[in-house]
Structures are given as structure tokens and as C-alpha cells.
């Protein structure tokens, strides 16, 4: 499970290696007995903040054939600050609109929305708005002073 988690600026740096996807959540199929879920691997995907802010990068990427159809999303936040940026779901290999996502039973309580964070371009998740949407699906903001390497 993947719940609670801000995730921010994926692709802020352009990786030109075969593959590279620059992906906010990316999903891949491993062969049986080789330490991953095989060809049934999936995950829940809940209450988090996915914020974009490089044209290039995507919210979805996944090499298992069934898509995202066999992970759980809901309750989350998406938003790009690209000006103009239209988010795809699910995923780069598919892409649809975020209505139809959530016709299909993925993300019904989610949104594409701001997240507002008091300062996110200087890189500062710590803090949400009151108004917050994230605040509104159940985010809870995360204490950065006891997450990360800190002097002993």
C-alpha cells in the first residue's frame, strides 16, 4: 500500500536513459519467483498528492498488461503547475480523461485540484492550506522534522 505520500515534481530532471518515463506512480510486471508480484501484482493507491510541474511528466506509467485495472486508487490529489497541463488517466500507454477514469471504478473519490501547499515551488510539502482538498479526502500533513537524514 501506498498511502499519505506527497508526490512531487517526478521528471524535474530529464533522464535520457531507455525506459525513463518520468512517472509520478509507475507499476511494473515482474516474472514469477523473482522477488515481485508476477503477472496478478498490484497495489492500493490512497490518500496521497501527486503535483507535477514538468510538462513531460506523467501521473501513470505501468508495463503490466492490464494497466492500473488490477490497483486500488482513490482518495487522492492530482495537480500539475504547468499552465494549460491536462493530466491523463491512467496511464501513458492508455490515456483517457479523468471522468472516464473514474467510470471505470478507479479514483471516484479523487480530484484534480490544487492541493495548496503554502510553498510548494520552493519545495516545501509541509504544509497545506486549511482549504486544502487533500485535508478534505483525509491527507494527513507529515511532520518533515522527524522524516529524513537529521543531525545526531
Known amino acids: ?31 514469477p519467483n523473482s522477488g515481485g508480484g508476477g503477472p496478478f501484482s498490484s497495489f492500493t493507491f490512497e490518500r496521497n498528492i501527486v503535483l507535477l510541474n514538468n510538462p513531460n511528466a506523467t501521473l501513470f506509467y505501468t508495463t503490466i ?6 490497483m486500488t486508487l482513490d482518495y487522492n490529489v492530482y495537480w500539475s503547475l504547468v499552465p494549460g497541463a491536462t493530466l491523463q488517466f491512467p496511464s501513458t500507454q492508455d490515456p483517457t480523461t479523468f471522468a472516464e477514469w473514474q467510470a471505470e471504478g478507479q479514483d471516484v473519490h479523487s480530484v484534480v485540484a490544487n492541493p495548496l501547499f503554502t510553498n510548494a515551488t520552493n519545495y516545501d510539502f509541509s504544509s497545506l492550506d486549511p482549504k486544502s482538498p487533500a485535508l478534505a479526502l483525509g491527507f494527513v500533513p507529515i511532520d518533515t522534522s522527524t522524516v529524513g537524514p537529521r543531525p545526531f
Not at 65 to 70: A, V, Y
Open 1 to 31: 500500500s501506498v498511502v499519505n505520500n506527497v508526490i512531487a515534481f517526478p521528471g524535474q530532471w530529464d533522464c535520457t536513459e531507455p525506459g525513463c518515463d518520468m512517472a509520478g506512480v509507475r507499476s511494473s510486471q515482474h516474472p
Open 65 to 70: 498488461p492490464t494497466g492500473m485495472n488490477n
